[in-house]
């Protein structure tokens, strides 16, 4: 389990956003709004260190919503909307997420999982850049969504895996209609075993985040898949996706590069540098 520190300084905390691509608030007892308003100031901050413009709230939740059901006991690794891999129009894009448990909120049980993409797709040799994109495309053209026109957008760490190795095991949401995004496993130990065998053990890199009532979760939604282990009740979690609305599709292919520079060991700040020039995420 993680040790986080608690009551860290704002720069500390931004810093720790900036480089690690996560920062775990503790011992705050924040209210939402207050969790939210830390959020927005740490990811304002980031952004002026990256030299970007700054985000709006793409997306608020409260999960599950406080008149549905408790949630199954487990999330698949993903990216909050998804990634860009095939740019066709303009999509609303999240560049970081913040998770926030109520002060009060009792008897909570489900941990979040961070996995950094970096150093879980060092563990293989990968593809060059082209023919990774070309197996992106190619994928997304049996696999990828019902609505062609959208273009393929990815929000699955074990498709965009399974992508990139070239290989077709999972039911495809192209040919399945009915088939829900999300519900390609049924456990971690199942998850953790398809990852491994395409080569890589999430157990070697993934951040386990007890998130208790009160603190806050930021983590950087393009550098980190998330999930769950455990289960939510009505209520239980505030999320928070910032971002930009309707990325136009050369902003789209800036973003896709920037995450698939950790398929040749750069990290995102690095894929900034060799592509030049601001972006908007």
Same mark, same amino acid.
């Given at each position: 389990?993680?040790?986080?520190?608690?009551?860290?300084?704002?720069?500390?905390?931004?810093?720790? +956003?900036? @480089?690690?691509?996560?920062?775990?608030?503790?011992?705050?007892?924040? @209210? *939402?709004?207050?969790?939210?308003?830390?959020?927005?100031?740490?990811?304002?901050?980031?952004?002026?260190?990256?030299?970007?413009?700054?985000?709006?709230?793409? /997306?608020?939740?409260?999960?599950?919503?406080?008149?549905?059901?408790?949630?199954?006991?487990?999330?698949?690794?993903?990216?909050?909307?998804?990634?860009?891999?095939?740019?066709?129009?303009?999509?609303?894009? /999240?560049?970081?997420?913040?998770?926030?448990?109520?002060?009060?909120?009792?008897?909570?049980?489900?941990?979040?999982?961070?996995?950094?993409?970096?150093? +879980?797709?060092?563990?293989?040799?990968?593809?060059?850049?082209?023919?990774?994109?070309?197996?992106?495309? =190619?994928?997304? @053209?049996?696999?990828?969504?019902?609505?062609?026109?959208?273009?393929?957008? @990815?929000?699955?760490?074990?498709?965009?895996?399974?992508?990139?190795?070239?290989?077709?095991?999972?039911? *495809?949401?192209?040919?399945?209609? /009915?088939? +829900?995004? /999300?519900?390609?496993?049924?456990?971690?130990?199942?998850?953790?075993?398809? +990852?491994?065998?395409?080569?890589?053990?999430?157990? $070697?890199?993934?951040?386990?985040?007890?998130?208790?009532?009160?603190?806050?979760?930021?983590?950087?939604?393009? $550098?980190?898949?998330?999930?769950?282990?455990?289960?939510?009740?009505?209520?239980?979690?505030?999320?928070?996706?910032?971002?930009?609305?309707?990325?136009?599709?050369?902003?789209?292919?800036?973003?896709?590069?920037?995450?698939?520079?950790?398929?040749?060991?750069?990290?995102?700040?690095?894929?900034?540098?060799?592509?030049?020039? =601001? *972006?908007?995420?």
């Amino acid at each position: 389990m993680f040790d986080a520190r608690e009551n860290a300084g704002v720069d500390e905390l931004v810093r720790d +956003l900036a @480089e690690r691509g996560f920062v775990w608030v503790r011992g705050r007892l924040l @209210e *939402s709004a207050d969790a939210c308003r830390l959020a927005r100031k740490l990811i304002d901050a980031c952004c002026d260190v990256e030299s970007l413009p700054a985000l709006e709230v793409v /997306g608020s939740f409260v999960l599950p919503p406080r008149d549905g059901l408790e949630s199954r006991d487990f999330q698949t690794l993903h990216f909050d909307f998804g990634l860009p891999l095939h740019p066709a129009s303009g999509v609303d894009v /999240g560049r970081f997420t913040a998770l926030h448990i109520p002060f009060g909120f009792k008897a909570v049980s489900a941990v979040t999982r961070l996995v950094p993409l970096a150093p +879980l797709l060092a563990q293989r040799a990968w593809p060059g850049r082209a023919e990774l994109i070309d197996r992106l495309v =190619a994928y997304g @053209e049996t696999h990828g969504a019902w609505d062609s026109t959208q273009g393929y957008v @990815e929000g699955s760490l074990a498709r965009l895996v399974e992508a990139a190795a070239g290989s077709r095991r999972l039911t *495809s949401v192209r040919t399945e209609p /009915g088939f +829900l995004c /999300g519900t390609e496993f049924d456990s971690a130990l199942s998850e953790a075993r398809f +990852l491994g065998q395409h080569g890589l053990r999430v157990d $070697a890199v993934e951040v386990d985040v007890a998130l208790s009532p009160g603190e806050l979760l930021v983590f950087d939604n393009l $550098a980190l898949a998330h999930g769950r282990r455990g289960s939510r009740r009505p209520g239980e979690l505030h999320q928070w996706v910032f971002g930009a609305k309707a990325v136009g599709l050369s902003e789209q292919r800036r973003i896709r590069d920037r995450v698939l520079a950790a398929f040749d060991g750069a990290d995102g700040l690095d894929a900034e540098r060799v592509l030049g020039g =601001a *972006s908007v995420l």
